[in-house]
């Protein structure tokens, strides 16, 4: 497709179970970033990879979460031992560097933890 | 650190009004400031940048001027649609990739 995909677009997780949230980003984009939507939170920055350098993961809240890009394409975000505080809609978004241009949106994830 | 302060929502219009959301900022250096929006349903879209003192972003009837003195990106409509009606969030990036947003907020225009 034209935009950033993400998928599941919902999902709903026992707490303790382990989450994996998907996202394939405009092709040709070299920068891949995930943010957190929660109430009351705001958007919160999470990690960002660029290309082959080592990404930047100062925003990934506890080391429960992770992330990974294959290939320089898709990426990965896993949540182990979701917490109900987890529950947020997780966006991704891409640009084609990280030289300024247009950071492009996902429709996202909502995760909610029962 | 940096961080973007937005007014508190939600703001409610009747069709054609004036529109105005304020957004202050506190950064070091030079940052780049941006609105996005985010429709019912939809993902953040971008609405307007401006990289530098004294510019004016706009798009569909938005403007936003960055003003360096005040430290302060309000968005502004002449004439809001009941189509307008969604969430706007300032944000600015200070390191050309990195966005820290304001909280949001939610605009709804009445017919």
Known sequence: ?114 | GNSVTQMEGPVTLSEEAFLTINCTYTATGYPSLFWYVQYPGEGLQLLLKATKADDKGSNKGFEATYRKETTSFHLEKGSVQVSDSAVYFCALSDSSYKLIFGSGTRLLVRP
């Open chain 1, 1 to 114: 497709g034209a935009g950033v995909s993400q998928s599941p677009s919902n999902k709903v997780t026992e707490k303790g179970k382990d989450v994996e949230l998907r996202c394939d980003p405009i092709s040709g984009h070299t920068a891949l970033y995930w943010y957190r939507q929660s109430l009351g939170q705001g958007l919160e920055f999470l990690i960002y990879f660029q290309g082959n350098s080592a990404p930047d993961k100062s925003g990934l809240p506890s080391d429960r979460f992770s992330a990974e890009r294959t290939g320089g394409s898709v990426s990965t975000l896993t949540i182990q031992r979701t917490q109900q505080e987890d529950s947020a809609v997780y966006l991704c978004a891409s640009s084609r560097d990280n030289s300024g241009n247009t950071i492009y949106f996902g429709e996202g994830s909502w995760l909610t933890v029962v």
